[in-house]
């Protein structure tokens, strides 16, 4: 007679114990978060029959004709007047092809519905921050002032993802790249987007509560974003003091450091008032580019290239236990 034995009540097996163990439960939180807003983000434009429009509308702006014109220029550009040279087809190169292809499937929607949800519930708990005074300034002004404002809010993203463990865990992946180009732009894990989706969703809310941005300048302002990740020396001379240029940018993503300096997007404004601004040296040779140690996989370290496993680990890697985590930079 086979005899059944039975757990104590309350007992957790230990393989299951074990795989727990391996899991980073602070980043398994931010996906649950993220999936709920998603959601929510879904169902309200659902309900307003507005759901396949606004994902069209962001597939336009934001991976469109335009900004595959920009990128496929800027990739001509790189080969013309690298600042390192390589081939087209480098490793660095097809793995961030790989992640724009991922933008475009999954990041664009999943940035609309954040868009949506974080709009919603600041319009419905914390409309004291619309400014009702904006409604008499020329639509110019208010665009302007707009995007300026979102600009400064993406700087304090991105410094917070530089000083919270948890949140460089997401981050860090987008300086894995040694092998930098304007395709990098996209290489970004998507949890990522929960905090600077938030912060830049007040601006617009605060500033144009009656309004919303043209779907031209959300696709500016995102190539203008993109192109300081390019493989060029420029630093656009005078310009680049308000502009951030790619010379400017690369300093951000040296392998060696300085790691908390030029943080900003588009405006060098952010870093001269935080006091992280580092100016390119006019003639110096290009730093190299990546995360030391190389703590997360890349592309550029196995002899064989393995695309989709690079691309899976680099996913996975912020839910790995905090020993094998790289720290905050």
């Known amino acids: 007679m086979q005899v059944l034995l039975s757990r104590p009540a309350g007992t957790v097996p230990a393989a299951i114990t074990r795989r727990l163990r391996r899991l980073y439960l602070p980043s398994v939180a931010v996906a649950a978060l993220t999936a709920l807003f998603i959601w929510e983000g879904a169902a309200v434009l659902a309900r307003d029959g507005e759901l396949g429009s606004s994902l069209r509308g962001a597939l336009v702006e934001l991976v469109g004709p335009i900004v595959l014109l920009f990128v496929a ?4 550009c790189e080969q013309l007047w690298p600042a390192e040279s390589r081939p087209l087809f480098a490793r660095g190169h097809l793995q961030d092809a790989a992640f724009f292809v991922f933008f475009a499937a999954a ?3 999943l940035v609309t519905l954040l868009g949506v949800v974080f709009a919603t519930l600041l319009t419905a708990h914390a409309s004291w921050i619309e400014a009702s005074f904006t409604a008499a300034w020329p639509r110019w002004l208010v665009v302007g002032a707009t995007l300026v404002a979102m600009d400064g809010c993406n700087w304090v993203a991105h410094w917070i993802e530089h000083r919270v463990g948890l949140l460089w865990r997401f981050h860090a992946l987008h300086h894995t790249q040694e092998e930098l180009s304007v395709l990098t732009t996209f ?7 929960t905090l600077t989706f938030l912060t830049a969703t007040v601006p ?17 302002y995102l190539c203008l974003g993109a192109l300081p990740h390019a493989n060029v020396s420029w630093s656009f001379g005078p310009v680049g003091k308000v502009l ?20 900003g997007i588009v405006l060098t404004v952010w870093d001269v008032l935080g006091r992280r601004a580092v100016f390119p040296t ?4 290009p730093c190299r580019t990546g995360v030391a140690g190389r703590p997360i996989v890349v592309e550029q ?8 496993r690079v691309f899976s680990t680099q996913m996975v890697e912020p839910f790995a236990a905090p020993e094998r985590a790289s720290s905050a930079r």
């Open 282 to 285: 006019r003639g110096a040779a």
């Open 187 to 193: 290489r970004t894990h998507p949890l990522v987007h």
């Open 107 to 109: 990041i664009v929607p």
């Open 204 to 220: 617009v809310v605060a500033l144009m509560p009656d309004q919303s941005l043209a779907p031209i300048l959300v696709t500016v």
């Open 73 to 76: 220029a800027v990739l001509v």
């Open 244 to 263: 951030c240029s790619p010379a400017y940018h690369r300093l951000h993503h040296a392998v060696d450091g300085p790691y908390d300096v030029n943080l």
């Open 301 to 308: 370290a196995a002899e064989r290239y393995r695309p989709l």
